[in-house]
Nanobody
Framework: QVQLAESGGGLVQAGGSLRLSCATS????????VAWYRQAPGKQREPVAA???????IYTDSVKGRFTISRDNAKNTVILQLNSLKTEDTAVYYC????????????????WGQGTQVTVSS
């Protein structure tokens, strides 16, 4: 059973930064790709970034150059660094993984965390 837990969300002014963490229990993250998704009020969940087990990364166009995904396999944690935040980045951010599939920004897996709220004020 894979359990994911996000943390690090909060309220920040536009232009500010936040550091989101995704920690897992029940299984090691290191063999698995991990993705971050987000869902704004009234909108569908959308992909943000993904990282493979060996550290290859991919980002959706709207966050390229502003967000950075990384992983610390020793700590079983994946980090999403959010810089130069915009009001349109306001959303609940979820991490996602699946030991059975290669999750990407196009193909989520079955395991989700509970989400962490990011609110960017103008």
């Amino acid at each position: 059973q894979v359990q994911l837990a996000e943390s690090g969300g909060g309220l920040v002014q536009a232009g500010g930064s936040l550091r989101l963490s995704c920690a897992t229990s029940g299984t090691a993250l290191s063999p698995n790709a991990v993705a971050w998704y987000r869902q704004a009020p009234g909108k569908q969940r959308e992909p943000v970034a993904a990282i493979t087990s060996d550290g290859c990364t991919i980002y959706t166009d709207s966050v390229k150059g502003r967000f950075t995904i990384s992983r610390d396999n020793a700590k079983n944690t994946v980090i999403l660094q959010l810089n130069s935040l915009k009001t349109e980045d306001t959303a609940v951010y979820y991490c996602n993984t699946d030991p059975s599939v290669l999750v990407t920004i196009a193909t989520p897996g079955d395991y989700w965390g509970q989400g962490t709220q990011v609110t960017v004020s103008s």
